[in-house]
């Protein structure tokens, strides 16, 4: 599958088979996050995956979808041991945690798998399922799984809407 095929078939999953990931699949998808780019190559991220049956539907009550992303047969905690800064003044936390997730979405797809991010969460509560310790940032969750349906289509703005050329034209 190429990269633009991948683009094309991923999509917010919120069902799932319940069927467990080959550890292969989850090699494969942690190195695809290992490989992604971070500022000053700090490689921040940290993922914390539920797979227990207990855990992982703790984890999903402290999302926006706690059925449907309980039958997920991973919960990802995307977390990030930075707290830095970059010169241009944004966190370098979410981006290069946001870079090796969209790494392991794309990849999962590829394998067959689908995925969900999930910013509508108790961060707390999370931590405490967890035991992420305070000082790390838990940045997103990912849901990752078999899917039990297909892709519904959602839509998008053309290009021409998001891109200008030389001077900033909207
Ligand atoms: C940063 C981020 C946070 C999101 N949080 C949630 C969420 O909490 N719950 C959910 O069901 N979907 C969530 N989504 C999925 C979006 O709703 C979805 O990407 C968007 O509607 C486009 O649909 P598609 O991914 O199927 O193309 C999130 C997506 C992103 C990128």
Redesign the pocket.
Same mark, same amino acid.
């Given at each position: 599958m190429t990269v633009a095929e991948a683009i094309a078939k *991923?999509? $917010?999953? *919120?069902a799932y088979q319940d069927k467990p990931i080959e550890q292969e699949k989850l090699d494969k998808i942690f190195e695809a996050a290992r490989m992604a780019p971070s500022a000053k190559n700090l490689q921040d991220w940290r993922f914390v995956v539920a797979t227990d049956k207990q855990c992982k539907q703790q984890v999903a009550e402290c =999302?926006?979808?706690p059925n449907?992303f309980g039958q997920a047969a991973a919960l990802i905690a995307a977390c990030s041991v930075c707290k830095d800064t970059m010169r241009c003044g944004q966190q370098i936390a979410p981006i290069d945690v $946001?870079i090796a997730l969209e790494h392991i979405a794309l990849t999962a797809t590829e394998l067959g798998l689908a995925t969900?991010?999930?910013? $509508?969460?108790d961060a707390e509560k999370v931590r405490q399922v967890l035991a992420i310790p305070k000082e790390v940032v838990i940045i997103?969750?990912m849901a990752l799984g078999y899917p039990a349906n297909g892709? *519904?289509q =959602?839509t *998008?703005e053309p290009v021409k809407n998001f891109v200008c050329f030389d001077k900033w034209n909207f």
């Open positions: *991923r999509y $917010s999953c *919120r =999302t926006n979808h449907a $946001s969900c991010w999930i910013g $509508s969460f997103e969750l892709k *519904r =959602t *998008r």
